[in-house]
C-alpha cells in the first residue's frame, strides 16, 4: 500500500513564494511519475506540472518560469518550487503518483490529501 502525504501549502502575498513536498511512503522501490494538480473553487482540477523516474518535467503554460517541480529520489520525495505567485494560483494543490513497488507491481493513480495555497494581500 502507498501513502503519499503533501505538504507546505500557506497564505502567501503576491510575488512570494512557496515549496510544496510531496511524500510517498510503503514498500516502495523507485517513484515512477508524479504530478502536481492544482483545483480552485468552483474549478476542474489542472495538471500542474509533472516530472518522470528519469526527470523529464512537463508544465502547464501558466506556470512556466514560476514553478520549478524536482524530486528527491532517495526519499521519495518530489517537490513543487512556486515563484512569483499570483493570486490566480490559490487552490488545493495535490500530488498523484505512480510507483514501483518493492514487489515489482507498479501502484498507479495513488492520491494525496492535498495541501491549500492561498495567495493573497
Known amino acids: 500500500q502507498v501513502q503519499v502525504v503533501e505538504s507546505g501549502g500557506g497564505l502567501v502575498q503576491p510575488g512570494g513564494s512557496l515549496r510544496l513536498s510531496c511524500a510517498a511512503s510503503?514498500?516502495?522501490?523507485?517513484?515512477?511519475?508524479v504530478g502536481w494538480y492544482r483545483q480552485a473553487p468552483g474549478k476542474q482540477r489542472e495538471l500542474v506540472a509533472t516530472i518522470t523516474s528519469v526527470g523529464t518535467t512537463t508544465y502547464v503554460d501558466s506556470v512556466k518560469g514560476r514553478f520549478t517541480i524536482s524530486r528527491d529520489s532517495a526519499e521519495n520525495t518530489v517537490y513543487l518550487q512556486m515563484s512569483s505567485l499570483k493570486p490566480d494560483d490559490t487552490a488545493v494543490y495535490y500530488c498523484?503518483?505512480?510507483?514501483?513497488?518493492?514487489?515489482?507491481?507498479?501502484?498507479?493513480?495513488?492520491w494525496g490529501q492535498g495541501t491549500q495555497v492561498t495567495v493573497s494581500s
Open positions: 498523484n503518483a505512480d510507483v514501483l513497488m518493492n514487489s515489482g507491481r507498479l501502484a498507479t493513480n495513488n
Open positions: 510503503g514498500s516502495i522501490f523507485s517513484i515512477q511519475r
